[in-house]
């Protein structure tokens, strides 16, 4: 059993026996995209990570179950062994299943190893696409993430590898290669990050921006410098999660964004 395009998915019913891997976006429920909206209604039994808030769950249709399998900071983590064996369950059982993902599946959301489960179960799964908290977070704060003549590349990287490590990548040459990067779970691997690109050649003097909990209530964003970000992000105590923007083009407008819950509205300078 193999995925089908998320164009396939659209108009369609929700088939018993299926896992579909739903992006929930970045927080806002506005966000939220029209077939993930539809695909909730439909779903037997959601399994949801801890970002997607009560505003989004509350498009799931009463009656149907739903299951926090979400990974937070101080808690114990549901195994992925566990989450993967619900969903082969669910679906074998006759369920329409829907794991339920903040930002989008395949962005740094495991969503690419419960697919691999459910093709190793037999299982037929779908997935809808959702807005990235890579790119939703820099339109937030007002920052474009290429700008002609001061950025024509933009890297997505996460400073967590499985073992909760900055990643074996080779950070001084990404540091050498220009324009953006915007790093997923950054903040408490932020004084090795900064150190490795700044061995690689970035100036300290590099902007920096930090944006908590974007689109969310409560979204934060603290403007800095790549040698300056370990100690201002630790003074300003922001809340997770958080994306850390690195590049010229934190600097390229003037004004910062005005966070509106629903809508993205930039006020002038």
Do not use: N, Y
Not at 56 to 68: K, N, S, W
Not at 125 to 144: C, E, F, N, Y
Not at 173 to 183: F, K
Request: charged share 20%; aromatic share 2%; proline share 6%.
């Amino acid at each position: 059993m193999g995925v089908q395009s998320a164009s396939a998915v659209a108009g369609r019913s929700f088939p018993r026996g299926e896992v579909w891997l739903v992006g929930a976006g970045p927080g806002d429920p506005d966000l939220l995209t029209l077939k993930a909206v539809r695909a909730l209604e439909q779903a037997d039994l959601v399994l949801h990570d801890a970002l997607p808030g009560r505003a989004v769950l509350r498009h799931v249709r009463h009656g149907a179950e739903i299951v926090a399998v979400g990974k937070r900071k101080g808690a114990a983590p549901v195994p992925q062994a566990k989450i993967h064996a619900r969903l082969v369950a669910g679906a074998r059982a006759g369920l329409r299943v829907l794991r339920l993902k903040g930002g989008d599946p395949f962005v740094f959301g495991r969503g690419g190893e419960e697919a691999l489960a459910c093709e190793a179960a037999g299982i037929r799964w779908r997935v809808i696409p959702g807005v990235s908290a890579g790119l939703a977070a820099p339109a937030a704060a007002g920052i474009p993430l290429t700008h002609r003549g001061t950025a024509s590349a933009v890297t997505f990287v996460t400073a967590h590898d499985e073992t909760g490590a900055l990643p074996a990548l080779d950070w001084e040459a990404l540091a050498r290669t220009g324009g953006t990067i915007a790093a997923f779970m950054a903040l408490s691997r932020l004084d090795e990050l900064t150190l490795r690109l700044l061995a690689g050649g970035l100036a300290p003097s590099t902007p920096v921006a930090v944006v908590a909990r974007a689109t969310h209530p409560g979204e934060s964003q603290l403007r800095t410098t790549l040698g300056a970000c370990t100690l201002d992000a630790r003074r300003a105590a922001l809340p997770t999660p958080a994306l850390v923007v690195i590049g010229d083009v934190v600097g390229v407008l003037a004004h910062r964004a005005t966070p509106v819950i629903g809508a993205v509205q930039h006020a002038c300078a």
